[in-house]
């Protein structure tokens, strides 16, 4: 017992930690099967599992206006639960047990959810315990809400309080004995093995052998043919509301049976315990599918957020390469700080004759050096916004495609974050300032820049910026020189001047390759407004094994028990 019991909690842990949060066709079944068997395992299997020694409990179960109330009166010859004159009732369920078999009832052993009382009480969540001499020691009989009530509360606490049933006393009349609502019941009853008899009431004396016959096809129908069957006929009822004594006598003498019978009733429990332990596994193989319909769809939708946002990636890696970046504002500031066009082409075949010059050039124009570092802060921040609006319509709209997805959108997601711009400009002035501080380490010991100071390193670091915005490092091609009219061949030479051709390749190399990585962390950040809503799935590893598996344990040691004499 103890390797069952082991393995069952190791299968309410397993069920507890998986969720089916994505719209998806299996996930609100999932749900509802997954919170069934989590009830089922801590209202009945987990308690019975651990005291099969403990008294039966008979839940007496059926359609509304069936009689359960009056039967279960009538059985322990007592008004121990009231009867509900107006429908539907909310008042709470009823269990009554022999007086030397009520602690174990008091004590939240089976059904640990409901609070115990001993009156009567219109809260649905609470469980009225009652003591009857009537009712034999061993048994106890549960009056339950009716299974089709139009209270939903009523209908899951019926199906709560049958899955907790021992054997299941199902009460139907002769004229709602075909009704649908109780039949999907009685077939969940039988898959699940629980032990179950049945109770034809109010049936017209001249009908009642038409009706039975009828009943009983449908019960082999179902697979139930070997269920007991007790057929009641319409009778008046006496003045304590209870059945005539010739009327309720056969089932008194079967319970009476029963409770004078330990090896009967331990056979009732644990065939009910073995069918409810081998339901088990087809159950969660479900839970199972549908976790990983889960996970698989999270990747899906995960898959479109970072198609969208690689695509980003690439364009900022393409406007890096491309030259576009060095037209318009960027531009012109470079002329200015460097001086005109003609002033580059000059340096082009005078590098030796202007080092002095273009040092003194690069460290006495503070104001330009501004301009440019501001124009170059506006071209890359520009760039980071475009990206980032483009490749969030692009998620959204992928999402918006998908029902799960879209399930998790909301207007925000349409455009880049509120917050882009102000992120966007603090990671340039980072990069730019990692830039200068790059420069500065690189250049300490030459003389040229040492000479110039703070401006010489700022006007350095500017050229290895406007370096970045090519994809060539220096290597001279028609495009190239077609950009800003000469403008790449004189960054070129005002590095080259300074810190020499190899050093300068990679200068222009590690910059880009510090911005990329910046820009890479901001788009991740923007990716993960999207990823962030299915991460409750993500998080959970293989939930679709750790469920099969902890099933597997179950089913293994229900096998190894025996608890009806076979390993089936």
């Given amino acids: 017992m103890g390797r069952l019991a082991t393995a069952l909690s190791r299968l309410r842990a397993a069920l507890g930690t998986v969720s089916y949060p994505l719209v998806l066709p299996s996930a609100e079944e999932a749900k509802r099967v997954g919170s069934a068997l989590l009830a089922q395992l801590d209202d009945y299997l987990i308690p019975r599992l651990a005291r099969l020694d403990a008294p ?5 179960g059926g359609s509304t206006g069936a009689g359960k109330s009056t039967l279960v009166n009538s059985l322990v010859q007592e008004p121990v639960t009231t009867a509900g004159v107006l429908r539907p009732t909310t008042r709470s369920p009823v269990l009554v047990a022999h007086p030397e078999n009520l602690g174990w009832f008091e004590q939240p052993h089976l059904l640990p959810g409901l609070i115990r009382t001993v009156k009567s009480s219109n809260d649905p969540n609470s469980l009225q315990v009652v003591g009857a001499r009537g009712i034999g020691p061993g048994l106890a009989l549960l009056d339950a809400p009716d299974v089709d009530s139009v209270v939903d509360h009523n209908r899951k606490l019926a199906a709560q309080l049958l899955a907790a049933a021992d054997l299941w006393l199902f009460v139907t009349t002769a004229a709602r004995y075909a009704d649908a609502v109780p039949w999907e019941l009685l077939k969940t009853a039988r898959l699940r ?38 057929v009641l006929p319409e009778s008046e009822l006496d003045s304590r509301g209870l059945l005539p004594a010739p009327v309720i006598q056969p089932i008194q003498q079967w319970f009476a049976q029963l409770s004078a019978d330990p090896a009967a009733r331990d056979a009732v429990v644990r065939q009910t315990l073995n069918g409810a332990l081998a339901a088990l596994a087809p159950a969660v193989e479900g839970l199972a599918e549908a976790a990983e319909d889960q996970t698989s769809t999270a990747q899906a939708l995960d898959e479109r957020v970072s198609t969208a946002y690689q695509t980003a990636k690439r364009t900022v890696r393409d406007g890096l390469q491309d030259g576009r970046l060095l037209r318009g504002e960027v531009l012109a500031r470079w002329q200015a700080f460097v001086g005109t066009g003609e002033f580059a082409r000059s340096l082009e075949s005078r590098v030796g004759q202007l080092r002095d010059k273009l040092v003194a050039a690069v460290t006495g124009r503070p104001a330009a050096s501004r301009s440019l570092q501001v124009a170059l802060e506006s071209q890359l921040v520009t760039l980071m916004r475009g990206v ?8 959204y709209a992928s999402w918006h495609a998908h029902p799960a997805g879209d399930a998790l959108l909301d207007d925000d997601l349409r455009i880049a974050s509120a917050s882009l711009p102000e992120r966007a400009d603090r990671m340039v002035r980072e990069w730019q300032l990692w830039v200068l501080d790059l420069v500065r380490r690189e250049t300490g010991d030459k003389r040229a820049v040492a000479r110039g100071a703070a401006f010489a390193v700022n006007g350095a670091g500017l050229a290895v910026m406007i370096a970045v915005f090519t994809a ?13 009219a000469g403008t790449t061949v004189a960054a070129q ?3 080259e001047a300074v810190f020499g051709d190899q050093a300068i390749r990679s200068l222009a190399t590690r910059a880009r390759t510090q911005l990329i990585a910046q820009f890479d962390e901001l788009l991740d950040t923007e990716a993960a407004r999207f990823t962030d809503r299915t991460a409750a799935v993500r998080r959970e590893a293989e939930p679709g094994t750790l469920l099969r598996h902890a099933a597997a344990e179950v089913e293994s040691a229900r096998k190894d028990i025996a608890l009806t004499g076979s390993g089936s």
């Fill in 388 to 395: 980032a609006t483009d490749a969030a319509e692009q998620a």
């Fill in 56 to 60: 039966m409990l008979v839940v007496v």
């Fill in 193 to 230: 093995g629980t032990v179950i008899a049945l109770v034809l009431d109010r049936v017209p004396l001249d009908a009642a052998a038409e009706i039975a016959a009828h009943l009983g096809e449908m019960l082999t129908e179902h697979d139930l043919g070997n269920a007991p069957l007790f």
């Fill in 493 to 495: 030479k005002v590095l």
């Fill in 472 to 484: 060539t490092a220096f290597i001279p091609t028609g495009l190239e020189v077609a950009v800003g």
